[in-house]
């Protein structure tokens, strides 16, 4: 029970702080009048609001606010899917006397989150909105002014009678619906509205939906209603890369390359009030702009100071010069032992910034103290001046050199250094660039080492600089470093001499594949192709040779392996990396778990390609669960998950590839790479409509930025699937783009443009389709891809070449998995008509993502069960269809196509529509008896004699599935 206490008269129903209630006009929300309290209260009592069906995600609809009701449009909600279910199933339906409690930063939503739920629940619901604010939380009941003044003067006298009174006041205006006290930012109120909407909440008066910036610090009433299980307490946690792309795209009007969406949601820790102004510091700063109807990130300034830096700052008023010291060391140097931080103040100021939020403890024996968040870090130090930095520096001085074992990251002195004027030393620029590009920062590298003074004679450094050059993809440049060095007079030692080979005979291994620097017109001396693997062969030879007790001779030969069996796959040469990854199984190459993981990736890859599927996806299995725990660069971890979304699309794993790439972007890898993955994968099951956003996105991204070697098997896959959409015009744009770009770059890769890219142009109707597949099929049966042979096999057949179908069987029967016993069961259900066993095909191709491919084989099941007369047969795959399938008009129209080919369904798409057979002819390019002849096997499978019949007949199924 709560203690009784006197009320200050300043709440009386004749108190000069009290306005009175007023209609706006046009609604049925109850506001106060805009002068009154700023507290921002409003109650809506019933009718005339609009009603939401559904759960939505995209900006809020509904009537414009009145003027002078101090009413706000709602603020756009995306990407809070799961948290508004979350919050709607607890309150939806329930009884009174229960709620959530959603707990956020500042900025991070959750005002837009509330007034979207409301907005759904308003005709469910009698809606009491309460604001708290600084202002009103200094006046007993201050929050609830608004509607205390409604009350009897003889209620307003005494907190139980005012608990009494708005129980009552509330409960009329219901007109006998719940009742949902909704209360944002309730941390500023006062303890009397506190006391009296949780004890409404209590006797079951109302249920509640209340909003914390800071639930540890709520008051005791609320934490009392969540302790005992009457809140739910929801967290609003910052947005992840997608759904900041689809926040930023709503705000830009535009799609938003992941890329573009990663780096602007990491300089705003996923903050939508801050994302928003992000937006516009990396616009001025030229690191967004648009290109081909795409947002891209690009190559602008660095951004200092701006308006996210301006906005996070203010959080530091208040603070103690001390205090302020602390926090600009942390910014500068990323963490500092807590002994080095008592050291600029008391224990009381630090707890004091602990409780603030602004700085946090990480558990070590010593623990470390660092900025709590990163955001408020950089913005602390981009607004430092270099003098300010200096003195800094000075400060912590004499702790870098006393106290035992406290040493500054390497990239971080450098670029403190760096920032105040200094040249960094060799050996400590060194070791920073080694540590950034295996960050994926190659560009601090290539700046850290450029600045250092006389890194052009250290072979150390001019290792790190090809290898930084090598990232950049600038290969002229790194081969130039190197031979700049070579000409000289220093006299590496034989560790050095080997580092070195092996830095040049990876830019070599690269452009062997065929891909160049675009900023560089000048080629090697000899081809690469003869060059590279002589010189893996003399770096092992003198890597032989070193002393085995030296600490670094074991990494050096780890590395040197990795770069081997990196050539190995680079190049196709994957029975060659099995026989190679065994051998280092017998070496001793020391322990170490990221090389471990290195070489179990290569595994899977060389497994995957050649007869071991079901071996190579249970490996990568195990090297997914490796990852989680696994300290290993960000290099290394892209790469080696690269090489598992690889061996996954290529053994048909098609559920395995979306879930490490839902696992790689919840571990922060998103980028490029991952939303070309993305593409692949939804392009690979046939869902062109859910590849194309990511896809187009891809394209203009790495058309702009790179790397380059990416771009013909993006273009590729986007050409096939425009082509697949009926796109023609545009898929032949995109093939274009595939063919004028570099082919060069890792095997697989140009392997997979020439796949889409033979798909893209036998959906445009190519007639050599089948040939081209049955072409790549040889060539990859020499080479040992026996998995991409199996592709290019069955992809052959389903083109229509008859002859592919012995050669399915004969490949298909020596790999594993269950993609090899797909195609098995395809060719031969088609070999025989047998439409029981292309069912069983069809089950296992939907059961493992390859929608196109399932619903291609039903086809297949389908026609040949009625050309038998196989009534049950036909009635069960129809049963199934109407199961699975979705109701849309397109849908079902796609699927009254269905038992046409690719380039039949185009034509009779377009022939409904009224385009002639002489422009079909030119947009297709084909001839008119081309046409002619694919519409007279439209109208004999469709069963129809006309184009208006079929137009008619499209439509009509269509509209049934409505």
Request: charged share 20%.
């Amino acid at each position: 029970m709560y203690r009784c206490r006197r009320v200050p008269t300043l709440v009386r129903n004749s108190g000069a702080g009290v306005r009175p209630l007023r209609r706006t006009p046009g609604f049925n929300y109850w506001t106060a009048e805009p002068e009154s309290t700023g507290t921002g209260l409003k109650v809506q009592p019933h009718d005339d609001q609009p009603t939401s069906t559904r759960l939505h995600t995209g900006p809020v609809q509904g009537p414009p606010p009145d003027p002078g009701s101090g009413l706000q449009p709602p603020p756009a909600v995306v990407g809070r899917t799961a948290v508004l279910e979350e919050i709607l199933k607890a309150l939806s339906g329930t009884a009174q006397g229960t709620g959530c409690v959603l707990v956020g930063d500042t900025g991070i939503g959750k005002t837009a989150v509330m007034q979207h739920v409301l907005r759904h629940l308003q005709d469910e619901m009698y809606v009491v909105q309460v604001r708290g604010s600084e202002f009103a939380g200094r006046t007993p009941f201050g929050a609830l002014t608004f509607l205390l003044s409604d009350l009897e003067p003889e209620l307003s006298t005494h907190p139980v009678m005012i608990l009494r009174g708005l129980t009552q006041l509330v409960r009329e205006r219901s007109g006998g619906r719940p009742v949902l006290l909704a209360v944002d930012n309730a941390e500023d109120l006062d303890e009397f509205s506190a006391m009296v909407l949780t004890q409404m909440v209590l006797n079951r008066s109302a249920g509640m939906l209340v909003a914390f910036r800071d639930f540890s610090s709520a008051p005791g009433e609320f934490t009392g209603l969540w302790r005992d299980g009457i809140l739910a307490r929801v967290d609003l946690e910052p947005l992840d890369v997608q759904e900041a792309a689809a926040y930023l795209a709503s705000l830009l009007g535009g799609a938003v390359s992941r890329a573009a969406a990663a780096a602007l949601c990491g300089y705003a820790g996923g903050n939508p009030h801050l994302l928003a102004l992000a937006r516009h510091d990396f616009e001025d700063a030229g690191a967004l702009r648009h290109h081909n109807g795409t947002w891209i990130l690009a190559d602008g300034e660095e951004i200092r100071g701006g308006r996210v830096a301006a906005a996070v700052l203010g959080v530091l008023t208040g603070l103690s010069a001390a205090q302020t010291q602390l926090l600009q060391l942390l910014a500068m140097a990323g963490s500092l032992p807590l002994p080095v931080a008592l050291g600029q103040l008391d224990s009381t100021e630090l707890d004091e910034l602990q409780e603030r939020r602004l700085v946090s403890l990480d558990a070590r024996p010593v623990p470390d103290v660092l900025v709590s968040n990163p955001v408020l870090e950089r913005s602390i130090r981009a607004g430092l001046s270099t003098s300010r930095k200096r003195l800094l520096f000075e400060e912590l001085g004499p702790s870098l050199n006393s106290l035992e074992g406290f040493v500054l990251d390497p990239v971080v002195l450098a670029r403190w250094l760096e920032d105040i004027g200094e040249i960094p030393a060799t050996e400590l620029a060194v070791r920073a660039a080694r540590r950034a590009t295996a960050a994926q920062d190659p560009a601090t590298a290539i700046r850290l080492l450029t600045a250092a003074a006389g890194s052009g004679d250290s072979a150390g450094a001019v290792v790190e600089l090809a290898r930084a050059r090598t990232a950049q993809g600038e290969y002229g440049a790194a081969l130039g470093v190197l031979a700049r060095f070579r000409g000289g007079e220093q006299v590496p030692s034989r560790e050095e001499r080997v580092r070195l080979l092996l830095a040049e005979s990876r830019v070599l291994c690269i452009e062997a594949t065929g891909l160049r620097d675009p900023r560089s017109t000048d080629a090697p001396a000899e081809p690469a192709r003869m060059r590279h693997t002589d010189m893996f062969a003399q770096a092992e030879q003198e890597a032989a040779g070193l002393d085995q007790h030296l600490a670094g001779t074991a990494e050096l030969r780890r590395e040197l392996a990795a770069a081997r069996a990196e050539c190995h796959s680079a190049h196709g040469r994957f029975q060659e990396n099995i026989a190679y990854l065994a051998e280092l199984d017998r070496q001793d190459t020391g322990a170490d778990p990221e090389f471990g993981i290195q070489r179990a990736a290569f595994r899977c890859e060389a497994w995957g390609m050649t007869n071991r599927q079901d071996d190579a996806v249970e490996l990568a299995g195990k090297v997914e669960k490796l990852l989680e725990n696994a300290q290993i660069s960000p290099g290394t971890r892209a790469r080696v998950v690269g090489r598992l979304l690889h061996t996954y699309l290529l053994t048909g794993a098609l559920p395995a590839c979306g879930r490490l790439l839902a696992r790689s972007a919840a571990a922060g890898m998103e980028g490029s790479y991952t939303e070309l993955a993305e593409g692949l994968l939804h392009a690979f099951a046939g869902r062109p409509d859910a590849a194309l956003p990511a896809l187009t996105a891809t394209v203009n991204q790495l058309a702009v930025t790179g790397p380059a070697a990416f771009l013909p098997l993006a273009a590729a896959a986007a050409a096939y699937c425009h082509a697949v959409e009926g796109h023609t015009e545009t898929a032949r744009q995109y093939l274009q783009m595939q063919r004028a770009a570099a082919d060069g770059g890792p095997w697989a890769v140009r392997r997979g443009a020439r796949h889409f890219a033979a798909l893209a142009e036998a959906a445009l109707g190519a007639e050599t389709g089948s040939t081209r597949f049955s072409s790549l099929a040889a060539q990859d049966h020499r080479r040992g891809a026996y998995a991409y042979e199996l592709l290019a096999r069955i992809t052959a057949m389903r083109l229509g070449d008859a002859e592919s179908l012995d050669d399915v069987l004969a490949v298909a029967a020596n790999q594993q998995g269950d993609f090899a016993s797909l195609c098995e069961s395809y060719a031969k259900g088609l070999g025989n008509a047998d439409a029981q066993l292309l069912l069983r095909a069809s089950e296992i191709a939907s059961g493992s993502g390859h929608v196109m491919l399932a619903r291609e084989i039903s086809e297949h099941a389908l026609g040949i069960a009625s050309g038998a007369g196989d009534r049950a047969t036909v009635r069960f795959i129809h049963r199934s269809r109407r199961v699975a399938a979705p109701d849309p008009a397109a849908e079902a129209a796609d699927e009254f196509l269905g038992a046409l080919t690719a380039r039949e369904r185009s034509i009779a798409r377009k022939a409904a529509a009224g385009t002639s057979n002489k422009k079909i002819a030119e947009e297709l390019g084909i001839s008119v008896r081309t046409v002619e002849g694919h519409l007279y096997q439209v109208y004999s499978k469709l069963h129809v004699g006309s184009r208006r019949e079929l137009a008619r007949t499209i439509a009509e199924q269509s509209g049934a599935k409505k």
